[in-house]
């Protein structure tokens, strides 16, 4: 890796040494700048050392900004006073100049993650990031697909709707797990982040009612008013397409009957995971024949002012059959046709569908 790849690393990873670093350098550019200034006003006049204290204010922490900040007051009114009279237009510039830093300090102080802006907004990426590829399904045997489809509330990248999956190293069981954190964007995004970490770390290694029952568990552990979710997990066996849903407050699961066209409501539900020690949740079983889906989504997807929930089961499920529709596509893209037609709202969206390909 290059020197300059290096440094890269080395901030983004926050460390106090990687901040001397970065302050040395922004000192020493104030520093031939104060020259600059010294020998030709004219080219540096103290308006433009409010640069510095922008560049400072995106790459230090709020310890490091406050000499940069000192030095820049002072190099940059130094050189105004020795380069002539202070005229009122010059006493307005320093006046500006020292609200700006002002101004830049307070900002800084009163981050809460204590990290500079653009490390910040590299860690969310990487938080987002990370949130995200839970979400990613494995590779599946030939024959079978799943696809999953997610849009936060306002657009912001960060939900409460969130998947976790896991795939036995023999590929013949898959499990996933579509829960919907209380709350939605950003707001929710670090409960969720959290939530999937605990619910990675069980799948595969516990039976469906346990796991739920332990995430139940971790939820009420933390002691938030708004600390609930609901979830639905699914067992599939992918050599015959026997499947279990297990839901814990979950909308109803769909599942599409080849032979028929048309989607059905499953009648798995239960209660939302954080709110009682023992919740309910109650399972269903069936198989998946040859061009047969289940589909699972959250309530953002079905729930509107202007509509109840059955009514906006009933829109699901005619919405999902055109989208699966060959005249559109099959199930190829499915689940981006189906939630691109939900009408925009301010809630978390995310639809999950499972397909056995083949038909009867």
């Not at 997990?233 to 080849?258: C, E, F, I, K």
């Amino acid at each position: 890796m290059s020197r300059s790849g290096t440094f890269v690393r080395d901030w983004r990873s926050g460390s106090w040494n990687s901040q001397v670093r970065v302050l040395a350098l922004l000192v020493a550019g104030v520093l031939v700048s104060g020259v600059v200034s010294w020998v030709d006003y004219g080219t540096l006049p103290a308006t433009t050392y409010v640069v510095w204290l922008i560049l400072g204010m995106l790459t230090l922490r709020f310890q490091p900004l406050v000499p940069l900040t000192g030095l820049v007051l002072v190099v940059a009114l130094a050189a105004m006073v020795r380069d002539g009279p202070l005229t009122d237009a010059r006493v307005s510039v320093a006046i500006t100049l020292l609200v700006c830093a002002t101004l830049v300090l307070v900002q800084s102080g009163r981050r809460r993650s204590g990290l500079p802006t653009l490390l910040s907004e590299a860690l969310l990426t990487e938080l987002k990031g990370r949130l995200q590829a839970q979400g990613t399904v494995p590779e599946l045997p030939a024959g079978w697909s799943a696809q999953s489809a997610m849009i936060a509330s306002h657009g912001t990248g960060y939900a409460g709707d969130f998947l976790v999956a896991d795939l036995t190293d023999d590929g013949h069981r898959l499990e996933m797990v579509l829960v919907d954190v209380c709350g939605k964007g950003i707001a929710v995004g670090p409960q969720a982040l959290q939530f999937a970490g605990a619910l990675g770390g069980l799948i595969g290694a516990l039976p469906p009612e346990q796991l739920l029952r332990a995430a139940n568990a971790f939820l009420l552990r933390q002691r938030a008013d708004e600390s609930f979710a609901t979830a639905v997990h699914v067992l599939v066996d992918l050599r015959d397409g026997r499947w279990t849903v297990t839901s814990a407050g979950h909308p109803p699961a769909l599942r599409y009957d080849a032979a028929e066209h048309a989607w059905h409501v499953d009648g798995a539900r239960g209660t939302a995971l954080g709110v009682v020690p023992e919740p309910e949740l109650h399972a269903s079983t069936g198989t998946l024949e040859p061009g047969d889906a289940l589909m699972f989504y959250t309530d953002g997807v079905i729930e509107s002012r202007d509509s109840d929930i059955d009514a906006g089961i009933v829109w699901l499920q005619r919405t999902a059959a055109e989208a699966v529709d060959g005249r559109h596509g099959g199930f190829e893209g499915a689940a981006r046709r189906i939630i691109d037609r939900v009408p925009r709202g301010d809630d978390d969206r995310a639809v999950l569908v499972l397909h056995r390909a083949g038909g009867r």
